[in-house]
Structure formats: C-alpha cells, structure tokens
C-alpha cells in the first residue's frame, strides 16, 4: 500500500482527467436541459389537444360552454361565423361563406371534358391498333410487335 501512496502522477493527467470530467458535467447539463424543455413542450401539444378536444365535444353538442377535465371553453355563435374561446383566446374560427353555383358547374364541365378527351384517346389507340400491321411470325407466338414506319 505504501507504494500507491507515495506514486507521483503528472500534472498533465489529473489535468485531462479536470477537463474530462468538466466536459461530462457540461454535456449532461446540455441534455437534462433538453429533456426537460422537451418534457415541458410535449405537455403543451397535450393541453392543446385536450382543449382541441373539448371545443369538439361543445361544438358537437352545441353547447355554449364546456368545461372537462378542467378545460374551459366558451362557443360563440352567430349567422354567419362560430368561434370557440379558451382563456380568452380563439381555439377555432369557422366563418361560412356562399359558394357561386356556377362553380358546381364548371366541375362538371371538367368531368365531361376530360371524359370526352379520354374517349377520343381510347378511340385513337383502337384505331392505330386495329390498322397496325402484324408479322406472321409473331401471330404465331400471340406477340404483337409494334415497328417504326417501313423502310427503316
């Protein structure tokens, strides 16, 4: 035992061995940091969804006021907009509007056009294949091969 108590270790070693331990307090401090910042914000996604949630459930029932869970939330209603309150803020703002009619028919407009262009195309590629010839060797084998124009 006398031997380890008397050993001498540079001063270089007990140095690294400050700065190691040094840098392992600054990286853990780092990630218990961010574990707890990560902990806090996940919390907060949580609150929001519960109050999410409960402006659901009183929208769905139409009731003006909820509360669950300890989650308040007021609904304001009039002709033409809903909201939904929790703490004073606004959860949810749905106003309705008028759509034109003419924007129903200009869809089917759309439809019945590319309907149209999808007929003429099934139309065209009956045609080209009913007019392109095939080799009597690949009729045989039930292969069609379509070639570029003759002469190449």
């Known amino acids: 035992m006398e031997k380890l108590k008397n050993r001498r270790l540079p001063a270089s070693l007990l140095l690294e061995g400050l ?15 961010e574990l707890g910042d990560s902990r806090q914000q996940r919390l ?5 969804g519960e109050v999410l949630r409960v402006a659901k459930m009183a929208i769905q029932t139409r009731q003006d006021q ?51 262009g999808l007929l003429v195309f099934q139309g065209l590629t009956s045609l080209f294949a009913s007019r392109t010839p095939v080799p009597k060797s690949h009729q045989a084998r039930g292969v069609v091969a379509l070639s570029g124009p003759a002469g190449h």
């Open 66 to 116: 909820l509360s669950i869970n300890q989650v308040s939330v007021q609904v304001e209603r009039s002709a033409k907009s809903l909201k939904v309150y929790h703490e004073g803020k606004v959860v949810i703002a749905v106003e309705r509007t008028k759509l034109p009619a003419f924007t129903l028919l200009e869809a089917l407009v759309a439809l019945l056009v590319i309907s149209g």
């Open 44 to 48: 907060e996604e949580l609150r929001q």
């Open 19 to 33: 700065i190691a331990l040094a840098m392992f307090g600054v990286l853990t401090t780092l990630v218990l940091g």
